[in-house]
């Protein structure tokens, strides 16, 4: 009982419910260790081998492995109620579904781009440059 003394109570005087972390400082340590390496991989990955094309997808998966690691360890949602983590996911979902659409619409005018005229006479002077030149 001596360790009843030191729970928070309410402005009402009702016991507070209290916050036991439920991850050890090992787990934690490693996930950061884990986050530091993928972190280093995706720089090597992007300086020093020439993917092409794919180059993005294996960004993008080592940027979503790294976002799993924070969210289930660092944010609590391994030992979260599922309702919750359903919520957050959902909204992962969303955002990849945006990203992933995005990424693919870029894919049907690159040679719209590629095929338009050169503008290498055209006024490249900033708007308000060009009134104090007048």
Do not use: C
């Amino acid at each position: 009982m001596a360790h009843d003394s030191h729970q928070q109570v309410s402005a009402e005087g009702t016991p507070l419910p209290s916050f036991n972390h439920p991850i050890s400082v090992t787990t934690l340590l490693a996930t950061f260790a884990a986050l530091v390496m993928f972190t280093i991989v995706t720089v090597v990955v992007a300086k020093s081998l020439p993917m092409g094309r794919f180059e993005i997808w294996v960004s993008l998966g080592i940027a979503t492995v790294k976002a799993l690691l924070v969210m289930l360890f660092f944010m609590h949602m391994l030992h979260d109620k599922p309702f919750n983590v359903l919520i957050f996911i959902s909204g992962f979902v969303f955002a990849a579904l945006f990203m992933g659409l995005t990424l693919s619409d870029s894919e049907h005018y690159q040679d719209d781009i590629r095929a338009a005229p050169s503008f290498e006479g055209a006024q490249t002077t900033p708007i308000l440059a060009r009134g104090a030149e007048e």
